[in-house]
């Protein structure tokens, strides 16, 4: 069987067979070819249902019983394209590739294509098994056959991907991943012409960690994807080779869904590429292939080469497939059980929420307040003292030593600090200094006020509060500004955004337990697209999940799952957009797991070039006391780095230690 997918897991479609016997199986397929015609449907049932490595075995057994060659009576007894397919399958993948890399370059012309295809795909170690087997096969240099067959750049990049040398090592520089970027624009938008050459160099040997990071920071820095780019300098061959190299960077399942959608759309069916792909990925990634293009092209692969295709031929194809991911009820792939799963897990685990502040023992908040009172006295400020008090403080002694510090001093605590401290550090330690419901508020009120409307900060902080939370934030709202928290989002927000925030600010989620018969009545209703029921789709929605607790949530988007094969979160997805979508989006991930949605944010907030430093105060000031803890334990599970250590290396100063301090911990 072929080495399993992502996170450890086998993602093909053919495993092996239990129980198996290479003799007993031969002796079938004898029997299945002997006399007058051939049993095609025992020859497809039992070949497609063992994997290569037991396909091989068989080629042995057959040899040794029947002193013949299993292939050669294969092709005798099959014929066309249910031929081709069940003879590629009895090859070892890399000989399999060999023979398609000998016929796209025999004969008049070359199929460039399937070049393109294998080349762009193959990990270093596929490449140097293909090199070996063809030399094998037909004793012959697979580069220098390719040399002789192709011509200019497209001919260089090919030779540079058969040398399978691409860099493997996760761990990227940062410093090569900028000079990458530089390089790319230079021997592109920078240039007069192009240097194919440098874009040679760095796509056909970077790793792909290292070129997923150049490609998020090309955008950030051409204003454009390197897709465009590649489209607009290059042509011919080799701007569909570096393409395809790209595709495979970002997303090889990806790259094979499209390469089978496009196989298979219009008029007329590319068997050869359908073949090659269903034969090739049919042990490494079919699974993964076949949820991308079910969430890509709205329809089933099962269902695309059910109705392309005919005959054994056809049940050949469904066999390798190996389910249909439209048919709920009946089938229920992988992703939809994982998805499911992850519900079971997120509705039973009870998680002790920490935070990284508490209370200090021996407070004093008269000694504080002289403390704080020192440290700004006189000429500078000693912004350590600052720093030391404010971050050990729970948030219920900083207001003791607020009153303790105009007692003392007859001055306004948050005055002087605003007066003394300045930039980034300000907006931590004056944060700190709010209660949760002031420093919720004012973000609130930043959020709305001016020109324009930060919709993320609305979303993050009314999508994730507790009732309690934010009835807390409407008191401290109207005190503070004197008008309602409703009435200023009704002002500067519309459409079903608007009827979302209100519903989410009103605090009146229910609390009660979970109720099966009404979560499968509130999942028919997300699910049905073309409900009798003449209430909106954004309105179903929003009167779901916006009021009902999260236990009752977790349930309804399970049975969700049962009846559609999707996550809430692709429907939401496919279905709405904009505003409204990322608002129903932070709901969801809120009930799933809230401590991950902010370790996502406080990721992206550092990520690439610049920090969105209010995104990255807003978090760490915010969940400081609630969740901080389990959020940085999520970062570490999620990211395999620290959120500790991420800080340290995207900020400095004293904005830096102050937000390591209350971070609280390397990881």
Known sequence: MSSPGKAGRYRGSVKD??????????????????????????????????????????????????????????????????????VGLMRPLEYFDAKEIKDALKGIGTDEKCLIEILASRTN??????????????????????????????????????????????????????????????????????????????????????????????LKTAGKPIESSLRGELSGDLEKLMLAVVKNIRSTPEYFADRLFKAMKGLGTRDNTLIRIMVSRSEIDMLDIREIFRTKYEKSLHHMIESDTSGDYKKALLKLCGGDDDAAGEFFPEAAQVAYQMWEVSAVTRVELKGTIRPAGDFNADGDAKVLRKAMKGFGTDEDAIIDVVTHRSNAQRQE??????????????????????????????????????????????????????????????????????????????????????????????????RILISLALGNRDEGGVDNAKAHEDAKKLADVSSDDSTSLETRFLSILCTQSYPQLRKVFQEFIKMTNHDIAHAINKRMSGDVRDAFLAIVWSVKNKQAFFADKLYKSMKGAGTDDRTLVRIIVSRSEIDLLNIRREFWDIYDKSLYHMIEKDTSGDYCKALLAICGGED
Not at 53 to 82: M, N, P, V, W
Not at 143 to 165: C, N, R, W
Not at 476 to 496: F, I, M, P, R
């Open 125 to 218: 170690q596929q490449i140097h098994a293909l090199v070996e087997a063809y030399k094998d096969a037909y004793e012959r240099d697979l580069e220098e056959d390719v040399v002789a067959d192709t011509a200019g750049h497209f001919k260089k990049m090919l030779i540079v991907l058969l040398q399978g040398t691409r860099e493997e090592d996760d761990v990227v520089s940062e410093d090569l991943v900028e000079q990458d970027v530089k390089d790319l624009l230079d021997a592109g938008e920078l240039k007069w012409g192009t240097d194919e050459a440098q874009f040679i160099f760095i796509l056909g040997n970077r790793s792909k960690q290292h070129l997923r990071l150049v490609f998020d920071e090309y």
């Open 401 to 498: 030593i607020i009153k303790a510090y105009k007692s003392h001093f007859g001055r306004d605590l948050m005055a002087d600090l605003k007066s003394e401290v300045g930039g980034a550090l300000a907006k931590v330690i004056l944060g700190l200094m709010m209660t949760p419901a002031q420093y919720d508020a004012k973000q609130l009120k930043k959020a709305i006020a001016g020109a324009g409307t930060d919709e993320n900060i609305l979303i993050e902080i009314l999508a994730t509060r507790t009732n309690q939370e934010i009835q807390a934030i409407n008191a401290a709202y109207q005190e503070v500004y004197h008008k309602s928290l409703e009435d200023a989002l009704s002002s500067d927000t519309s459409g079903h955004f608007k």
């Open 17 to 86: 067979f239990p129980n198996f016997d290479a003799n007993q199986d031969a002796e079938a397929l004898y029997n299945a070819m002997k006399g007058f015609g051939s049993n095609k449907e025992a020859i497809l049932e039992l070949i497609i249902s063992r994997s290569n490595k037991q396909r091989i075995e068989i080629c042995h057994a057959y040899k040794s019983l029947y002193g013949k060659d299993l292939i050669a009576d294969l092709k005798y007894e099959l014929t066309g394209k249910f031929e081709r397919l069940i």
